[in-house]
Each structure stands twice: as C-alpha cells, then as structure tokens.
C-alpha cells in the first residue's frame, strides 16, 4: 500500500486517493472496500443462480457416498460429515410470502433479530420502526410446507418504544409461553416479561399484561433457566453487573463483575448461568449460592482475546461454543478449560452477533459481520459453506438465521431461516 494511492486490479496501477469530504468524485479506502465487496456478494449469487451441478467438491454425490460407507471405505463419522456437507452445498433459497392481518403491517420494516422456541414452531420477530425504536411480532411457521412457502405474521403495536438489544423464549406457565426482552427505553435499561399471546389473534380485550418490568442500567443480553432449582428465574447482563430476578417472589441477586456481560445462557442440568464479557472473560455462576464479596463465587473461567459476544453450550454441557469481537469461533471443554477446536472465516470487528448450534445435524452457523452465513461442519470445524446475502451488505443489513431440522413443529421441514431487511427467505435441507 502505497499512502495516498490506491491500487486498480482491472487497469493494473495506481490511483489518486482523493479526500472523502471531495464531492466532485469522493474516493476512498470504504468506498473501495465496499466497491470489492459489492462485486464478489454479485458473482458468488451469480454462482449460486447458474449451480447446475448441485455439489462443490468431485465425487460428492450421495450414491457415491452410500457405496462408500456400505464397502467400509468411509468411517460413520466421515460419512455423517460428508452427507452434512451435501445437504448443505444442495440448500437453495426461496422467498416466504408473510401475511399479515393487518396488511398495512407486512412487509414494511427491517428484521433486526429473529430468535425460535424450543420447538421451532414460532419466531419472535423485532422489527426496526422507521420513525425510531422497534416493533414486535410472533411469525407462525406452522403454513411453512413443501408445496407454499407462507407463515402468519402478528404484530402488538402497543410496546413500540423501545429499542431491543436482547431476547428469549421463558417457560413460566407452560413452555415458550413468555418472551424477556432487554432493551433501552431511555437513558436507563428495562427488562420486560411479556406474554406470547400478546401477539395471537384473538380478541385484544382478552390479552394479560405484562408479567414484569423494571428499570435497569443498559442490558446486554439474557437468559431463561430451565433447571428446576432455580425456577421461574431470568438473568440480565449489565453493564459490571449480573442480575437475577425470580419473576414469581420478586427476589434478586446481583452478582458484581468487571466487566459489561454481553452474553449469557443457563445449564438445564444443573442452576449454572455462563457468562461472556467485553474483557474477554467467561465465566460460570451457581445461582444457588449467596453472593459474596469478591470474585470467589466465579467457578469455571476461560479467557478470549477479544470480547465474547456469544456463547452455546452443547447438549451434554460438557463443551461451550463462544465467538468474540476478532471473528474467532472456540469450542472449550468445560472439564479440562481448554480449547478443542477452532472454526475458522467468521468475519467480526465490533457486532454482537449470535452463534446457532444444531447437534442433531452436527452443524454450527454464523452470520458475520461482512452479511455473509457460513456453516461448519461441528465435528471437525471444516466450513462447509458460505451464503451471500440476497441484499447488498451494511451495518444495517447483517441477516438474522435461525436453523432447524423441525421448521413449524415436529411435522414440519428442515432448513435454514434467513431474515434480512424487510424479507425472510428459507433453504430447505434435505
């Protein structure tokens, strides 16, 4: 790199950098970057469109592979990972059509999160408002069959002034009957408990309210234990701070950190909530014990370089997954507090962005901050795949992914979730 100059690959030479305040012809470093980008995000959905040939690799075929693996020539594991990897090179995106009962509703406003129930068979939705702060609605994916491509969409216009940093499913009353939502009203946080059937459509005059809300300093993220021990009891990750509130007594602990706790998730097996900060730190909380002072009630603790931005544990609690803000995707073994493996090209600088693990199909994916989706495969951290997004990339722009083997219940199809601006897209897996 040359100061002041910038290179031009098609006419092989160097150019004039001009200043980026120059509005006759406005040149510069981003403007280039974006150029290169825009470019390559067109020639990979070009490839995309003319993929005749449905794998990536020679010989990746499922016939192939079955002769294979029947002649012993390929391990159970080698052959699962292989299959994974055709199944994904075959996924292929189409368009959900959302209704809406309200027409004026559908289709107007920018997905910013998009976050499944245990069952996959609904999606919370926080929408970006153009006049400031953030919408909500439930998308019903039970009309997501083989032959239409269409969900119902219900919106609450009642809570639509505040804008959302967080959110999760809660099972208080029955499972996935609640919604925590974290977000910035004002100057301070508020945590809110909402209702799901605030968002159906029967009659707005049978609605409850909301379960709780309070004021806190500005939230991060959250997390709904599931462990008998501690029941009916969500943690907020603020700024130094840890809060847990049991939403039936009322009562709270308030863990003290040093640094602002960014992601969060609870054990189902036992009352641990794991914690991941902008130090870079992680660490493990047994809500049962008594806050005391000092760090001593921090079990289990790993370090990232960067800060985590979020963590998964695996189904056996015996591994964590967490990715930070340099982009690297680590999965820890919580037994020994090491580093197993690495999964490598996820692109990150400064985004909260969440990892989806899916044990059943043996995948991990994760939108980066550069709009792209990329799959690895979890059993050896081999990427199987990168998908562009359909829209052109910005900081407003980065899709939200939800993957599942079960899309709209136990009946329903396999697929990835793609939701970017104001569209949704799936990619059917099979």
């Known amino acids: 790199e040359l100061p002041g100059f910038y290179y031009d690959s098609e006419k092989n030479r160097y150019f004039r950098l001009l200043p980026g305040h120059n509005n006759y012809n406005p040149l510069t470093k981003e403007s280039i970057q974006y150029k290169a980008m825009e470019c390559k995000r067109l020639r990979l959905l070009e490839d995309e469109e003319k993929q005749k040939k449905k794998t990536t690799r020679a010989g990746l075929n499922s016939s192939m592979l079955l002769q294979k693996r029947q002649l012993g020539l390929l391990s159970s594991t080698s052959y699962c990972r292989l299959v994974h990897e055709l199944k994904v090179n075959c996924m292929q995106r189409r368009k959900i059509e959302i209704h809406s009962p309200d027409s004026s509703v559908a289709g107007t406003n920018n997905f910013k999160i998009i976050v499944a129930d245990v069952a996959c068979e609904r999606i919370f939705t926080v929408n970006d408002v153009e006049h400031g702060g953030c919408k909500y609605g439930i998308i019903n994916l039970s009309g997501l069959g083989k032959e239409s491509l269409t969900v119902e969409m219900y919106d609450n216009l009642y809570f639509t002034n505040r804008k959302v940093n967080s959110v999760c499913w ?185 990892l989806h693990v899916n044990e059943e199909e043996g995948l991990l994916t994760a939108v980066g901050q550069d709009c792209y989706t990329r799959i690895w495969s979890l059993e050896d951290a081999h990427l199987l795949r990168t998908i562009p997004s359909p829209h052109p990339s910005s900081k407003d722009a980065i899709p939200s992914v939800v993957f599942s083997s079960r899309l709209g219940g136990s009946r329903g199809v396999p697929g990835l979730l793609m939701a970017v601006k104001q569209d949704l897209y799936h990619f059917s897996y099979n």
């Open 170 to 354: 809660a099972s208080l009353t029955h499972p996935d009957s609640h919604l925590c939502l974290m977000g910035i009203a004002e100057t301070p946080g508020c945590a809110s408990l909402l209702p799901a059937s605030l968002f159906s459509s029967t009659n707005p005059g049978d609605r409850p309210g909301m379960l709780c809300s309070f004021k806190i300093s500005t939230a991060w993220s959250c997390a709904w234990c599931l462990n008998p021990q501690a029941d009916n009891c969500f943690s907020t990750g603020l700024t130094r701070r840890v809060l847990v509130t049991n939403v039936v007594t009322g009562h709270r602990q308030t863990f003290g950190t040093s640094s602002d706790v960014l992601a969060q998730q609870f054990a189902t097996q036992t009352p641990v909530l794991y914690n991941g900060c902008r130090s870079g730190e992680i660490f493990s909380i047994d809500v049962r014990q008594r806050n005391r002072k000092g760090q001593s009630w921090k079990a289990i603790r790993l370090f990232h370089d960067s800060a985590v931005t979020s963590i998964r544990l695996l189904e056996a609690e015996h591994y964590l997954m967490a990715a930070d803000m340099a982009g690297k995707i680590k999965l820890w073994d919580l037994r020994i507090a090491k580093c197993v493996k690495q999964y490598k090209g996820h692109h990150n600088e400064y985004a909260i962005l969440p």
